[in-house]
């Protein structure tokens, strides 16, 4: 056993989910022999048939050819492709715990299932987002598991869901953390076509990596949207402002756009993990705690602008558009539509909603008590008493404004995402309020 042939590597990709999937399928694109590997049955089921349990940009095709070429394969068997693997790379979820520390326990699993079938020198790989000190506490649970060679590394991974594919194969940059020269030549060797920008760092510095640069995104996020509620104020239009400070390269212009805040499997968790991994060394961090405050207190705003229209929601129909986190996804874990619509709905609101993809898997979570999901814009718009945009997707910036004035039973439009260009709101009677921008009419 050992490295089989230079150009072609064995890996098994453990968690088939948005990451371990995609990564698993773009290393078999680029030529290796890839076993995807999830302990749910029904997902390595419909693997195996031809469907793709999420939904991602250019997935389905890349998937379809590898099957045929026989560089991709699914199993629920980690056992037999691990013995074969010459890079295992683990990529179960981390989901926060009640206190907001990550959930170790399917690494764990995941490490022990390794360590048992371990055959023959491996790198292990982790690409889920774990706690400084993880990477190490596989090595032992592998270690007391096995006699065989093996090498961990941390390769936190930096994917954007919905642009998945395009980001795994054009990454900004790989980060390998790794104390072993053999690891990481390997690790280089698998990465190297995909950028020049292999950084190599200690495993601990790795770690802190994919936190730091998601607390910093969150803080990015969190401010401008805090910027937003002051031009509300002074009577300042804060996409203005984000695209003059975007043109300073020290700023740049990427994630300066304001809204309800953000959402999503990973900013919330891990700007939580951070703030717990800190904490456990009894350093507070003060600025991350911030953070995460002001995006809590941003999402309910669309309420209180609803509220103050409409002179209370009791009874009142209310359309929202978008459950997804965000464009492009049908991913809803830690949607920003959950807590506005439990807020409405508290108030005593029935909501009518939309959402291009994602309505199932907001429905599987939320159920239906006073919500109907509804099969377009439209269909939802009809003769509500206001409209909520709450995801940015590209259809709804297609309807004109004149359009959703005449489906409102009332002309209210609260737009979360800034979707419409005020211009566009001239000459109609709709009451638009929008983030940190002046509100119409
Ligand atoms: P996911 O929930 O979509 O996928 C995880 C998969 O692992 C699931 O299918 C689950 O069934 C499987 N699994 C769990 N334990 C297993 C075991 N013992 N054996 C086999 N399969 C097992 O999660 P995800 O969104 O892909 O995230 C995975 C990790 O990557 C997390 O740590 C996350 O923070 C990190 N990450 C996610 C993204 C993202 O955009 N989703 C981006 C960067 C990093």
């Given amino acids: 056993h050992g490295l089989k042939g230079v150009d072609t590597l064995k890996i098994t990709v453990i968690g088939a989910g948005y990451v371990g999937l995609v990564s698993g399928v773009c290393f078999a694109e680029l030529g290796h022999e890839v076993t995807c590997i999830d302990n749910v049955e029904q997902k390595i089921k419909q693997l195996n048939q031809g469907e793709v349990p999420i939904y991602e940009l250019g997935l389905q095709p890349l998937i379809a050819d590898n099957m045929e070429k026989g560089t991709l394969a699914f199993s629920t068997e980690l056992a037999s492709s691990v013995k074969q693997a010459d890079v295992v790379i683990i990529a179960v979820g981390t989901p926060s715990l009640p206190n907001g520390q990550a959930n170790l326990s399917y690494i764990e699993q995941a490490a022990k299932e390794i360590g048992m079938a371990l055959s023959g020198y491996t790198v292990i790989v982790t690409k889920s987002t774990v706690p400084v000190g993880t990477n190490e506490k596989v090595r032992a649970i592998i270690a007391q598991h096995t006699d065989e060679e093996f090498d961990v590394a941390s390769v936190p991974e930096f994917l954007r869901e919905g642009t998945a594919v395009m980001d795994t194969m054009n990454p900004d940059r790989i980060i390998i953390g790794t104390d072993s020269q053999r690891a ?78 953000y959402g999503g499997s990973c900013f919330p968790k891990d700007t939580q993990a951070l703030i717990q991994i800190a904490g456990q060394m009894d350093y507070d961090f003060k600025l991350l705690k911030s953070v995460v405050e002001v995006n809590r207190e941003q999402r309910l705003n669309i309420i209180h602008k609803l509220e103050s229209l409409l002179e209370g929601l009791k009874g009142r129909t209310i359309a929202v558009w978008g459950l997804a986190f965000k464009p492009e996804t049908d991913d809803v874990r830690e949607a920003p539509a959950f807590e506005i619509i439990a807020a409405l709905r508290e108030r005593g609101a029935f909501v009518k909603a939309y959402d291009p993809i994602a309505a199932p898997n907001f429905e599987a979570q939320y159920g239906s008590d006073g919500i109907a999901y509804c099969e377009d814009a439209r269909e939802a718009a009809w003769q509500a008493d206001a409209l909520c945009i709450l995801t940015e997707w590209g259809e709804f910036q297609q309807v004109s404004p004149s359009e959703i004035q005449e489906w409102l039973k009332s002309p209210y439009l609260i737009d979360g995402r800034n979707v419409y260009d005020q211009d566009q709101l001239a000459g109609t009677q709709l009451v638009y309020y929008s983030v940190g921008r002046p509100g119409m009419n």
């Fill in 184 to 261: 990481e030549e390997r690790l280089i060797e698998l990465h190297h076509s995909l950028t020049s920008n292999i950084i190599v760092t200690d495993i601990r510095s790795a770690e802190m990596i994919k936190y730091a640069s998601n607390a910093f995104l969150a803080t990015k996020i969190s401010f401008i949207n805090e910027i937003a509620n002051i031009c509300e104020k002074v009577g300042a239009d804060v996409t203005q402002v984000a695209h003059g400070m975007g043109y300073d390269k020290r700023i740049g212009s990427s994630f300066l756009k304001a809204g309800i805040g």
